[in-house]
């Protein structure tokens, strides 16, 4: 074999290894490409998996999340279930932060972060939500009015004073609560900036959320909307 054939033959090998490297190469980067997509998506499967109440409780309070779940009939010893309709309710699952409630039984508003009520199905959510922003409005009017017993009993259970404020919204066939201490401020984050990421958890395909907001010393609620993810 002539060395000019010997040349020729060796620089065809050499190209061939570097074509081979090459398109190794970008399989690999592929492959990595797609397995960056798998993990994103199985984060957002994760996400989705949970639900908004457990999922923003465990990144406020992280291990420190404490879970109470009442069942229709179970819920005389909450005052604040009051606020809540009864019609097609199922049951309430409550959030707290197991560092400071020690208590044996928690029965008001501020003994949690996140109320949870579950209903039947999204209409009977609705109703409910609709009823808690018409008591809103009647704890927000200065007119006189004499209000039967459990109706007043629910207007006193919106008026937050200085020390709290809250958020409260509804999707699909549940009734969300965010109770906000004004005296914390979780994870360095202002309230609001937790709310907006409660929220942008929350499924909704309008793309948006009707909320009631009280802010910190505004002692009021309030009707909004907020974005929901799509």
């Not at 020729?8 to 190209?15: F, G, H």
């Given at each position: 074999?002539?060395?000019?054939?010997?040349?020729?033959?060796?620089?065809?090998?050499?190209?061939?290894?570097?074509?081979?490297?090459?398109?190794?190469?970008?399989?690999?980067r592929q492959n990595g490409?797609?397995?960056?997509?798998?993990?994103?998506?199985?984060?957002?499967?994760?996400?989705?998996?949970?639900?908004?109440?457990?999922?923003?409780?465990?990144?406020?309070?992280?291990?420190?999340?404490?879970?109470?779940?009442?069942?229709?009939?179970?819920?005389?010893?909450?005052?604040?279930?009051?606020?809540?309709?009864?019609?097609?309710?199922?049951?309430?699952?409550?959030?707290?932060?197991?560092?400071?409630?020690?208590?044996?039984?928690?029965?008001?508003?501020?003994?949690?972060?996140?109320?949870?009520?579950?209903?039947?199905?999204?209409?009977?959510?609705?109703?409910?939500?609709?009823?808690?922003?018409?008591?809103?409005?009647?704890?927000?009017?200065?007119?006189?009015?004499?209000?039967?017993?459990?109706?007043?009993?629910?207007?006193?259970?919106?008026?937050?004073?200085?020390?709290?404020?809250?958020?409260?919204?509804?999707?699909?066939?549940?009734?969300?609560?965010?109770?906000?201490?004004?005296?914390?401020?979780?994870?360095?984050?202002?309230?609001?900036?937790?709310?907006?990421?409660?929220?942008?958890?929350?499924?909704?395909?309008?793309?948006?959320?009707?909320?009631?907001?009280?802010?910190?010393?505004?002692?009021?609620?309030?009707?909004?909307?907020?974005?929901?993810?799509?």
């Open positions: 074999m002539s060395k000019q054939n010997e040349m020729m033959i060796k620089t065809n090998l050499t190209v061939l290894a570097v074509l081979a490297l090459f398109t190794l190469s970008c399989v690999n490409a797609d397995s960056n997509i798998d993990k994103k998506e199985e984060m957002v499967n994760d996400i989705s998996s949970l639900n908004a109440g457990k999922y923003i409780s465990q990144i406020i309070l992280k291990k420190n999340v404490g879970t109470k779940s009442f069942s229709s009939s179970e819920l005389n010893g909450i005052n604040y279930s009051k606020l809540f309709s009864k019609e097609g309710l199922l049951n309430i699952v409550a959030y707290y932060d197991i560092r400071t409630q020690q208590l044996a039984q928690q029965t008001k508003f501020e003994d949690f972060l996140i109320f949870e009520v579950t209903y039947d199905n999204s209409e009977n959510a609705k109703k409910a939500f609709e009823q808690i922003k018409s008591d809103a409005e009647l704890s927000n009017s200065k007119e006189q009015i004499e209000l039967e017993e459990e109706l007043s009993d629910r207007i006193e259970l919106l008026k937050l004073g200085e020390r709290y404020g809250g958020l409260i919204t509804f999707n699909g066939n549940q009734i969300y609560s965010l109770v906000e201490n004004c005296d914390i401020s979780p994870l360095s984050k202002s309230w609001l900036e937790l709310e907006y990421m409660f929220t942008d958890v929350l499924k909704n395909e309008n793309g948006f959320v009707e909320v009631l907001k009280a802010g910190c010393k505004e002692g009021r609620y309030y009707g909004g909307r907020r974005k929901a993810s799509s």
